[in-house]
């Protein structure tokens, strides 16, 4: 499989539709690839949070209308990076549990869209792990539910996005709802760029899979972006890195090999599942 990581300089004086018709020019030029991975809400930048509402858009909005015609034209698998979704609430209120939803209401989520080659939405994915501290996304916008996964290039697709690499029980499950290359957008901070290639490493080698991460350049409301978008191996060897500014990190990935590496060294079969709470502190 050859991917594509394309790391977009986001700059918030650049229409939101131009940006969308530039993006979707870099995804037509990735002809011969077989994935293509954009960053996590280029459109409106991760840390825009006053813009969330007014961008919102539904799944078959103006992005996917924008990047379904480039992913078909180019012949990609397209995980389109992520949106700010708007959606009906379900009639029980928001779903993360916040008191101001209603039967009527809308709500807003940080939702990934996986587009085929023929330019088919064939997989979402709601943000599980929302940012902010009780401050900003994570006050904005509901939280999703699901674990998922994407057929995509011969290869089972992990999907989660940015915050989300925190929290390594959520790469566990997709690994046992069979991902074997985990992609993870994302709008992660330069303050902590470390911890970005630090955690992307750690999950593929804890989970014995590839991770594509895929970044923002530029900066986002004030907040400026740690770019370095990563692939990384099984065995946590990195197979490339992007620096600061916008760029596209192609690598192959041989999907084989993490079959190979699971039955090379299988970690993964010794976890031990469901012991019991310890009684007190000793």
């Known amino acids: 499989m050859r991917a594509s990581l394309i790391q977009i300089a986001v700059d918030q004086d650049e229409p939101v539709d131009s940006r ?3 993006v ?5 030029e990735q002809r011969g690839a077989d994935l293509v991975v954009l960053p996590e809400l280029w459109p409106t930048g991760a840390f825009a949070y006053e813009s969330f509402a007014e961008e919102a858009e539904p799944l078959d909005g103006p992005t996917f209308a924008a990047l379904a ?6 012949g990609v698998f397209l995980h389109a990076g992520s949106i700010v979704e708007r ?5 029980e209120g928001r779903p993360d549990g916040h008191s101001d939803g209603g039967p009527d209401r809308e709500v807003l989520y940080n939702t990934s869209l996986v587009i085929s080659p023929e330019g088919v939405l064939v997989r979402t994915y709601r943000k ?18 699901q674990i998922t996964t994407a057929a995509a290039a011969g290869a089972v697709l992990g999907l989660a996005t940015c915050y989300d690499l925190r929290f390594p029980e959520l790469f ?3 690994v046992d709802a069979g991902a074997d290359v985990l992609a993870v957008p994302a709008g992660w901070p330069a303050r902590r760029r470390e911890h970005w290639t630090l955690l992307a490493r750690a999950r593929a080698v804890e989970n014995q899979s590839y991770v594509l991460a895929c970044g923002t350049a ?13 692939a990384v191996d099984p065995w946590g060897e990195v197979l490339g ?27 993964l079969k010794d976890r031990r599942l469901g012991l019991p709470a310890p009684d007190g502190i000793a």
Do not use: W, Y
């Open 218 to 230: 530029g900066t986002h409301a004030g907040v400026e972006q740690a770019g370095h978008s990563i």
């Open 87 to 91: 959606a009906p609430a379900a009639p």
């Open 69 to 74: 015609p480039a992913a078909r034209d180019a």
């Open 128 to 145: 599980i792990h929302r940012f902010g501290f009780d401050k900003g996304e994570a006050t904005l916008m509901s939280a999703g539910s």
């Open 241 to 267: 890195e992007a620096g600061n500014g916008e760029e596209v990190l192609t690598v192959d990935l041989d999907i084989t090999r993490v079959a190979k590496t699971r039955s090379q060294f299988p970690a």
């Open 20 to 22: 969308r018709a530039r």
């Open 172 to 174: 566990r499950s997709l």
């Open 24 to 28: 979707a020019a870099l995804v037509r």
